[in-house]
């Protein structure tokens, strides 16, 4: 199973928007609403910030917006904040119906800088 | 409040034996799915494996498979991972996460850390 691709790093300042792309293929990001997005900061434990492409979890601020477009989705995040520098990680269900394995993928990671 | 606590890492020689621990509270456990995710050190995540509530289907990433085995026990709200023919690559913080339904991971402990080692 190969990772999902996100961009390494990606950097706004405070204020702007800014988006991470996540891209995989048809056999998950593009076949199924499953796509998650989390937030971790150093050293702690990830946190969810996104889940099935576009729902933000109660408490989390609006700020965040998830979308999908074909095999890959997008993480929004506008009037960036020094509390949104992290690390971000998309993730995804997949299905390989030639070994009938089903799992989750995660992506590289994007390492967020707000300038 | 809900919460996941894990236990059990420890240093241990390639091709050791370790079982993870992880305890729930705050929730109704056996109404949830629950996964294991790892991340070596300075590494991005890893999914590691995924127990249905019931229990009755499990599903490991290609990695672990055939080596880790996830089970539950819901008289104790206790996720286990045992992890057998442990590999230098293993070593990294276990984390257990919830899953609200779907294949998200809504929930997370604070993780536990596993040093393969000769």
């Known amino acids: 199973q190969s990772a999902l691709t996100q961009p390494a790093s990606v950097s706004g300042s405070p204020g702007q928007s800014i988006t991470i792309s996540c891209t995989g293929t048809?056999?998950?990001?593009?076949?199924?609403?499953?796509v998650s997005w989390y937030q971790q900061h150093p050293g702690k434990a990830p946190k969810l910030m996104i889940y099935?492409?576009?729902n933000r979890p109660s408490g989390v601020s609006n700020r965040f917006s998830g979308s999908k477009s074909g095999n890959t989705a997008s993480l929004t995040i506008s009037g960036l904040q020094s509390e949104d520098e992290a690390d971000y990680y998309c993730?995804?269900?997949?299905?390989?119906?030639?070994?009938?394995?089903?799992?989750?993928?995660f992506g590289g990671g994007t390492k967020l800088t707000v300038l | 409040q809900v919460q996941l606590v894990e236990s059990g890492g420890g240093v241990v020689q390639p091709g050791g034996s370790l079982r993870l621990s992880c305890t729930a509270s705050?929730?109704?456990?056996?109404?949830?799915?629950m996964h294991w995710v790892r991340q070596a050190p300075g590494k991005g995540l890893e999914w590691v494996a995924f127990?249905?509530?019931?229990?009755?289907?499990?599903y490991y990433s290609d990695s672990v498979k055939g080596r880790f085995t996830i089970s539950r026990d819901d008289s104790k709200s206790g996720l286990y991972l045992r992890m057998n023919s442990l590999r230098l690559e293993d070593t990294a913080v276990y984390f257990c996460?919830?899953?609200?339904?779907?294949?998200?991971?809504?929930?997370w402990g604070k993780g536990t850390t596993v040093i393969v080692s000769s």
């Open positions: 996460a919830k899953s609200p339904g779907g294949w998200a991971m809504d929930v």
């Open positions: 705050g929730f109704t456990f056996n109404d949830y799915g």
């Open positions: 127990i249905r509530y019931d229990g009755r289907n499990k």
């Open positions: 048809s056999s998950d990001i593009g076949g199924y609403n499953y």
């Open positions: 099935d492409v576009s």
């Open positions: 993730s995804s269900y997949t299905s390989n119906t030639a070994l009938a394995a089903l799992a989750v993928l």
